[in-house]
């Protein structure tokens, strides 16, 4: 049986040593959504991510996907960094397949996916430092949805390239998201991303080592895709965001 929620991540506390960086935080993805964690440099943002990824398990709470409890990594969670991350040392196949070998069925489908993220399937038998920025991020992207996760966790997708292959990377993520009716939770900075992108934006705000409370705001986009660009300038929730965010900065 599937469960309505996908992703429900219940963190009581998360310390380094004496200082509380996440406290009392409870978040909860649904299929095809795409929510945004926006917060200050430092807050615990991309902390959070690697709970929710599996890959940090030094904290006081529960990760369950799909309703269940997980002890580490999962197939279901798809995770995506800022930078590609790819091993310099295999071919751009190989590093979608990683750790399984690229032939046959498994090489099939990293030339699929390089065509879902917008590269040929040729670019398969290059070298990731033949790739320019943009490309390697796609690379990292179609290696991201190799073992059909049902979630993808971002942390900063598309803050290292220029802006126009940002653009198109925001709009090839929600083109997957949507085709495949994925979770998302993306780590941004940036407020205009969130807005374009997320059904729903979690603000986090640094606890300054104590406790925090609340531990975050929830806010509802409530527009529909496809979204202008030129409307995101205008959006109400663009001016409270900024105002908390510099509030959050100055405290
Ligand atoms: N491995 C670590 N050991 C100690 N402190 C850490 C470690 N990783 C992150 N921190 C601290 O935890 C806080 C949150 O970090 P992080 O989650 O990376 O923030 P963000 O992604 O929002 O910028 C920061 O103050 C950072 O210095
Ligand atoms: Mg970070």
Known sequence: MTHAALLELDIRAKQYGDRTILDNLRLTLAPGQITALLGPSGCGKSTLLRIAAGLDRDFAGAVKLDGVPQQGPSPLAGVIFQEPRLLPWLRVAENITFPERASGAALSRARALLDEVGLHADDGARWPKHLSGGMAQRVA?????FAQPRLLLLDEPFSAVDAMTRMRLQQLLLTIVEAHRMAALMVTHDIDEALYLAD????????NGAARRPASHVFEVGAA????????????????LLERLEASVAA
């Open 200 to 207: 729903r934006i979690v603000l986090l705000e640094p606890t």
């Open 225 to 240: 895709h496809p979204r202008r660009r030129d409307d995101i300038a205008g959006h109400p929730l663009r001016t409270v």
């Open 141 to 145: 992207i179609a290696r991201g949805l």
